[in-house]
């Protein structure tokens, strides 16, 4: 927090110390956290955040889809409530701040306004939502999807790699998969939402700015494309006789680049493939794949058309023809401008300096826009590492989020 | 053959017939033949050539490293003979032409200038060397660096799949791998090397000749070159703040093709390898081969030299570090002048179509070449397929190839 003149409500030092408990647990020896979702050490992570929400003084419960909600009742609780969440579950080998802060800075945000006594007339709560990752059944967002009513019953059958359903795993932690609809909520029921979460990029380290207030979050759509040309041998095909594959690859790889620079997007060949793969044989046939992001709906299909055509355009200069097929997407989601003006009032209150930014990963307030206003409060991250030991933020940074998440719910929950 | 005003002295079926005949030991049932070095379908093939030969009225003798040697003595048997030959060792599920063509193509013409009575001053050789493909126990070229006195004791070290020694297995063949220095030849001994081979590329087929005429073989390098960037969220990290190897490594590919194009040799990048290679992670890491190929040594290092500068060149422009490591070379071969001329004299006595073209796959010829001049006719490779059960080249051609390699002979046998 730059020069600050405001005197800080959020206890940082507790804060930390809740960050620092419940990233002990599921931690091995070399300091990665793996909590997969309703695995024993996720459930020991839930009992440590209902504890948590207790000892701050809200009302807690559980809903049908694992879902811990922490409420703190408001002076107009026949109003619709302002939420705030995030998850606890991680990927394997993860690190201690994605998804917790958001859980942690919730807590002791509401635990902070209950010992300050400040005024909010609608009713706060805090939600820890069940597996946002994914990792364990293939499917994320499962709690705020649950809640959101977007929940597909064929979700329960979803095995992880033990060959435990979805199912078993749910009634094992004291959840009833098959009351999973009673989780869902009507959007009338809740004013706003907004998420605290680290960056997981360089954007607010690059501009030395601890918080950024998302404007959107990207869109996606990723492609598989498949070039296929003829493999000969390396060294008695000329040069004018080859129809490479890998050659087709690297200029459609640079018109992928050039593409996202022009449309103000992000792109990425992530994974590539050769076949059939040997030193002194061209490339037969290469298959690669796109993730593409960005903000506007329309301009996200206007890229994957422009690099589609990309990948066309060696039929007549290479003989190579292109296949591409699109093996997943999401829209975008743009934040409810009510929310963004409440966080950056309430960054001016709190005096942390903050940009506009749009948001380039997924989080629950994806799933939960689909029932209200969604706003989202990023923190810097150490060098943007991020589902990995060595992800961070800094105790300064955690606290100045809380602190501007905090200002943000109080004046929302008394907003028209 | 065009227009044929010639009589043809080669018996076309018969050696045809040969082609069919050692195609089918080692052949599976979906037409692929293999027949690894010293193995008991190459055992077998070597048997049928050493028949073959006396069949065609040769002298046959075997040296210590298992070369067949086909002779025919000359008039003037104490001058140094002419030699032709290639192998009969193939690679896994390989096609009939590869090397067999070479030798029974070489016994065919020795038989056909036998039966013709035909006049030759010099002793002719047709030899079936041991292991060219090096497939069975990672070297080639056993036989021909034998007969070239550069072999290495240590490859009789060298094991196959199933931990089997060189050693051993020239043993179980009858050879006597501690005399194999005995193969050696005296440069002196040798008047010229000429190898019919078909071409594995498909340059004949693109001009519509069936005969090529190596003007040299490709020297070639090969260089590992690993690019360094920054593995980041593909969401998260917008571009300008990439350290994306992946496009570094297009922008390298794009200039290696340029590169060879400039400088009229072959470059091949055949095997790429993404680190992490994740669809939502931007490559960290990404190492690729290049395959060069020239038939002059000093262009062929400024062709390794500019690849090298590319590959480095994205340190500023991009953050991405670059390692080049040279991983395997040889020298190019220049095909001798006089056997040139002899194969073109030929060329026109038989009224075959041919070209002067640079042969760019590796042959036996490459190791003798350190004894004597050599030279190189090829003939056409329907679709320039090899290494494959699909490899062809027909009756025709066989028979012009072997017309074209029996009237060189007799000319080098017969010239100063």
Chains 1, 2 share one sequence.
């Not at 605290?196 to 360089?202: F, S, T």
């Not at 989601?333 to 209150?349: D, K, L, P, W, Y």
């Amino acid at each position: 927090m730059s020069n600050r003149n405001h005197h800080p409500i959020i206890d940082e030092a507790r804060l930390w110390r809740t960050i620092e408990e419940l990233g002990s647990i599921g931690m091995d020896a070399s300091g990665g956290v793996t909590r997969l979702s309703l695995s024993s050490s996720e459930l020991q992570g839930r009992a440590y955040i209902k504890q948590l929400m207790r000892e701050a003084g809200l009302d807690v419960s559980e809903d049908a889809a694992g879902n811990i909600i922490g409420r703190l009742h408001g002076e107009r609780p026949q109003e619709a409530v302002v939420m705030t969440g995030s998850h606890i579950d991680t990927v394997i080998h993860a690190g201690r701040f994605d998804g917790a802060l958001g859980v942690l800075g919730g807590i002791e945000a509401l635990r902070a306004i209950k010992e300050h006594g400040m005024s909010h007339a609608r009713t706060l709560e805090v939600v820890c939502f069940t597996d946002e990752e994914g990792v364990r059944f293939g499917v994320g967002y499962l709690g705020s999807r649950a809640m959101a009513g977007d929940w597909k019953p064929e979700w329960l059958s979803e095995t992880d790699a033990e060959g435990i359903t979805l199912a078993e795993a749910m009634k094992a932690a004291g959840l009833q998969p098959e009351k999973v609809h009673s989780a869902a909520r009507s959007g009338s029921d809740i004013h706003a939402y907004v998420e605290l979460h680290i960056e997981q990029g360089r954007v607010l380290e690059h501009h030395q700015l601890p918080v950024g207030i998302a404007s959107a979050l990207f869109g996606h759509r990723w492609l598989e494309i498949s070039l296929k040309g003829q493999a000969d041998h390396a060294g008695t095909t000329p040069m004018p006789l080859r129809h490479d594959a890998l050659s087709a690859a690297a200029e459609t790889i640079m018109a992928v680049e050039r593409i996202a620079l022009e449309h103000g997007g992000v792109a990425t060949v992530g994974t590539l493939r050769m076949v059939p793969g040997a030193i002194n044989v061209i490339a037969g046939e290469v298959i690669f794949s796109v993730d593409l992001r960005h903000e506007d709906a329309s301009i996200l299909d206007a890229m994957a058309l422009k690099i589609e055509q990309a990948a066309f355009s060696h039929k007549d200069s290479r003989g190579v023809s292109a296949t591409v097929r699109v093996t997943d997407g999401d829209e975008p989601v743009t934040a409810s401008g009510m929310v963004m003006e409440a966080i950056e009032g309430a960054s001016g209150i709190a005096d942390v300096g903050a940009m506009s930014m749009v948001c380039g990963a997924g989080h629950d307030a994806v799933a939960i826009n689909a029932l209200t206003g969604i706003g989202l409060i990023l923190i810097r991250s150490r060098e943007g590492i991020s589902h990995h030991p060595a992800e961070w933020s800094s105790p300064e940074d955690c606290a100045a989020g809380a602190e501007v998440l905090l200002h943000t719910l109080v004046a929302l929950a008394n907003g028209q």
